[in-house]
């Protein structure tokens, strides 16, 4: 199942990525981020159109699962951070932060 990698500031959406299917590890380096707290999220995009869908109660169809890193992200100014995610179903991630 395609799914839908995506860095989120106080802002918006920082950075996103699509996978056409799952892999045991994904490796992300990003530079130049301004300083602050970041979240990540997942999201299993079951139909691969790249964004996620909230479903429809009249039809019956459920939302895309969306899936929170637990902690967060905290970048500063001239360091490096890396955080490694493991997703559920054995699908780790792995983030470089420059």
């Known amino acids: 199942m395609p799914f839908l990698l995506q860095l989120k500031g106080k802002t918006g ?3 996103q990525w699509i996978s ?3 892999c045991t590890s994904h490796t992300e380096v990003l530079t130049g981020l ?3 707290t970041y979240t990540l999220q997942a999201i299993y995009d079951c139909n691969a159109n790249g ?3 909230a479903g429809n109660y009249w039809e019956g169809e459920q939302p895309e699962t969306r899936i929170f890193a637990q ?3 905290e970048i ?3 360091w490096e951070v890396e955080t490694v995610w493991e997703l ?3 699908n780790p991630i792995s983030w470089e932060f420059h």
Do not use: F, M, S, T
């Open 13 to 15: 959406i920082y950075a």
């Open 20 to 22: 056409d299917q799952p």
């Open 34 to 36: 301004p300083p602050g």
């Open 51 to 53: 964004i996620l869908d």
């Open 71 to 73: 902690e967060k992200v």
């Open 76 to 78: 500063k100014a001239n």
């Open 88 to 90: 559920p179903r054995n």
